[in-house]
């Protein structure tokens, strides 16, 4: 197919019809584009209908936040906070994983919105935390923003009245980036979790289970904040997703002969939805 052709309204088509197989052809050619295609996008990401729906629309946020993601620019800043948003709050881990990689390269143009997000305590603290690596992740391509970006997480790190997971979250960004002048308060922050953890079997586990002199011996690892995530189109790793879901088809028809699922009951390919909303209808 030459996508070149295609009409916008045809392109945009695809992201309804290709599921996970979306060609990166069709993806160069929404990049291509630019500007024309920032506003349909946008209002994709934004609609929250697209991010609780079933396959195979399911995955037409996905490709939007990507092709946002790759375009770049002033404009792509707010539809990207909504994708932040809607990942979060329904576990749409295929974004918000690649966020922080995202907002690398979109850069300082959304470091006062993702502030606002990181300092507001009444929004979602996954969100929150994903907001937080993004933060950080903007330092690796503007490291001119290095003392304002990690003051923010710092200030998050050590609050008082800080939120556990949010504490930890933002002490792991601190140690990935080596911020040595928080290392005595990480080394405290780990030494206080690990007494915890022993005088409290009950104690809740922590996303803060490292050793902070290792981790500062080691370097900065950057790995989560730098992924390519328009991988994602490659052949190969289509070709693998397509092998996962056969295999996972298999193994679910497989295990419903032996135990009837009732419409209400969680749908045994491990989603966390309910049957009747997940794969009963793939097997009708």
Known sequence: MNHQTLSDNELIGLLYSQED???????????NRK?????PLSEIVSEGFNWTTDSPESWVPIHATHILGAIGGKEVVLP???SLRYSTVYDCDWISSVLPSIFSKIGKQALEELKQIVIDKTSDDYTRAVALECLGAITISNPDAENKVFGIIGMVFNSDDEKKFVKEISGNVLLDFQRT???DNLLAFGLQERIHKHNDPKHMASFFDTDVIKAFAEGKDLKIYTRDWLSFYDEQEINRRQERWNKEDKERKALEPKTKIGRN??????SG????KCCLNKNV
């Open 21 to 31: 197989r979306l060609p990166r052809a069709a993806v160069d050619e929404f990049i």
């Open 35 to 39: 500007e024309q295609m920032v506003g």
């Open 80 to 82: 990207l906070l909504e």
């Open 181 to 183: 002048e928080y290392k």
């Open 265 to 270: 009951d969680p749908c045994p390919c491990g």
């Open 273 to 276: 939805k309910k049957y009747k």
